[in-house]
Each structure stands twice: as structure tokens, then as C-alpha cells.
């Protein structure tokens, strides 16, 4: 039987099934209330997921990266990112998604399968473009200014009914091997990203599944277990966040309201997810050999004892 790496499964199963529920029975989740809301649990939820990226790697590393360089590192990634978006946002777009894609695909490792994992993470990805297709390409091009970027929903929905088949059979395997809630929580996701609308969709999944998995997993490694070691920590980082997507907010003219936040919360979540995933990648490689064994600094030369007179060399 599984031990479930999804915390708080039987609440947020429970939740997704309300929102389906709530759009089965006629409220409005497609209106501009429930768009900020969505957004706000994005930003709120969601985001401090990564809030001990920089610790952790400062773990991971020992004492062979101090937390300036590492800290400089990942703000470069942010800002290389961020120039992505100004000078070519349809491929800062583009690779944000293959950037989530291969981040999502981590959920799924009680498939015991790389390519149905990341079968699974696809189909999450395509999923709101199979019943939302318009709204999914209007996203894109609010979040690009550019209507070239309606085609990436365009390849969204192509590859959508292939990717849910492997993601069948990424449940089927998880069921098989008995791991019913991991199985439980890529159908709920799943249906969630397909029925609802894309923003409420991909907010249930991010922040009932994907965000607690995460974060639970860090305060483990971080061994902050307790609210007040991790509050410290998280609140600082997350309102440095909430920065970036107030200036974003403001320089995004054009646009109402909604999507304007909608455009903020998911250009911050790009710049913020690409050095979470690849920051621990390049202080990894830094910290092993070509061969993937860790790199043991050496030792510092024994001083030589004065006692025996002996003259260095």
C-alpha cells in the first residue's frame, strides 16, 4: 500500500470535487471574481513552494557554495528569464512550458516510469486546450502581446489526446502497483484542468497537489518542520515575489483588470520556476564529477611542526 507523497490528499480531492461540483451546478467560476481569486491562490498558495530553494542548496552543497553565489545565480537565471519575456515572449512562453512540463513530471513517480510521468505532466499541460481552447490561446496572447502565440494552444490541443492515453496508462500502472492516491490525484487533476476553466483549473491542481507535495517535502529537507522555522523564511521570500508580480502588474497596460493579474501571475511564476529547477541542476553539477559522484574538497595541508625543526619544502 502507498504512502502518500501527496500531503493532504483526502482535503484536496475533496476540494477539486467541490469546484467541479460548484461549475456542475451553474456558479459563475468563469467571471472576473473568480479569476482574481484563482490568481491570489496562485500567488498565495502556490508560489511559496520554492521559498527554500536557496537554503536547500546551501545544504545539498555543504559549505562549498556560499549563499552569495548561490544567491547570484538565481537571481541571474530570474533576470535572464525576465529579458526572455521582454525581447522574445512567445519563446520565454514556449519554454516555460517545456520547463513545467519536465517540473510536473516529478509528481508522477509512482508511475516507475520516466516517459509516463512525463506523459502525465504533458497531458496536464494540454488538457485545458481540449475543452478551452480559445481561453487557453487568449491567455497566451495576453501573456505575449503577440497572436503567434495562439499556436502553442494550437499545439497544445494536438498533442493533448495522445498524452492523456499515456497519462491512462500512467494511472493504470500507479493503480497496479497499489498506489491508489497518487492514481486518485492525477484523475482529480486531470478532470479538473479539462472541466474547469484554464486559470481556476490549473490553480486547483498547483495549489491542492503540486505546491503541498513540494513544500512538505523542503521543510523535510530543510528540517524546518515546525511554523515558526519556516514562517521566517517563507514570508520574506513570498512577499519578494508578490513584488515582481506587482511591478509586472504595473507595466502590463492594455489589458483589464483580470487578465492583467492573470498576465502578472503567470509571467512571475515563469520567472520564479526556471531558476527553481535549474539552479539545483547547475550547483549540482558543480559539486560532482563527470561521473556524477560528489567532488570531496581536500584538505587543507597539515601546518608543519616546529618541534622537529624540519624546513618546508
Known amino acids: 500500500m502507498e504512502k502518500s507523497t501527496f500531503p493532504g490528499a483526502t482535503v484536496a480531492l475533496s476540494a477539486t470535487v467541490a ?8 456558479v459563475p467560476l468563469s467571471g472576473s471574481t473568480a479569476l482574481v481569486a484563482a490568481c491570489a ?5 502556490g508560489l511559496p513552494h520554492g521559498a527554500l530553494d536557496i537554503e536547500l542548496i546551501h545544504r545539498r552543497g555543504r559549505t562549498s557554495h ?3 553565489s548561490i544567491l547570484s545565480v538565481y537571481l541571474g537565471i530570474a533576470a535572464i528569464t525576465t529579458a526572455a519575456w521582454l525581447v522574445e515572449p512567445v519563446a520565454a512562453l514556449a519554454g516555460f512550458i517545456v520547463i513545467a512540463v519536465i517540473h510536473f513530471a516529478e509528481d508522477w513517480e509512482a508511475t516507475d516510469s520516466r516517459f509516463l510521468a512525463t506523459g502525465l505532466a504533458v497531458a496536464l499541460i494540454a488538457a485545458p486546450a481540449m475543452l ?6 487568449d491567455i497566451f496572447v495576453a501573456l505575449t502581446k503577440a497572436p503567434a502565440a495562439a499556436r502553442l494552444a494550437d499545439g497544445l490541443l494536438l498533442v493533448g489526446p495522445v498524452a492523456l492515453a499515456i497519462a491512462a496508462a500512467g494511472i493504470l500502472a500507479m493503480i497496479a502497483a497499489r ?4 492514481a486518485a490525484a492525477a484523475i482529480a487533476s486531470l478532470i479538473a484542468l479539462t472541466a474547469l476553466p484554464p486559470v481556476i483549473g490549473f490553480a486547483a491542481f498547483f495549489c491542492l497537489f503540486h505546491s503541498p507535495r513540494h513544500f512538505v517535502g523542503a521543510l523535510r529537507a530543510a528540517r524546518r518542520g515546525r511554523v515558526a522555522q519556516w514562517l521566517p523564511v517563507v514570508v520574506p521570500v513570498t512577499g519578494a515575489a508578490l513584488a ?3 511591478c509586472i502588474y504595473l507595466i502590463r497596460g ?9 498576465a502578472a501571475t503567470f509571467m512571475a511564476l515563469s520567472i520564479l520556476t526556471v531558476p527553481h529547477m535549474l539552479a539545483p541542476i547547475l550547483f549540482k553539477r558543480r559539486d560532482t564529477d563527470p561521473f556524477g559522484r560528489r ?11 616546529s618541534d622537529y625543526n624540519i624546513a618546508p619544502i
Open 41 to 45: 491562490a496562485i500567488l498565495v498558495f
Open 132 to 137: 478551452h481552447h480559445a481561453q487557453v490561446a
Open 244 to 246: 515582481i508580480v506587482t
Open 254 to 262: 492594455g489589458l483589464a483588470v483580470p487578465e492583467r493579474l492573470t
Open 66 to 68: 556560499g549563499l552569495a
Open 295 to 305: 567532488r570531496i574538497p581536500r584538505p587543507a595541508p597539515r601546518p608543519v611542526s
Open 179 to 182: 498506489r491508489f492516491t497518487s
Open 19 to 26: 469546484l467541479l461540483v460548484a461549475a456542475v451546478t451553474g
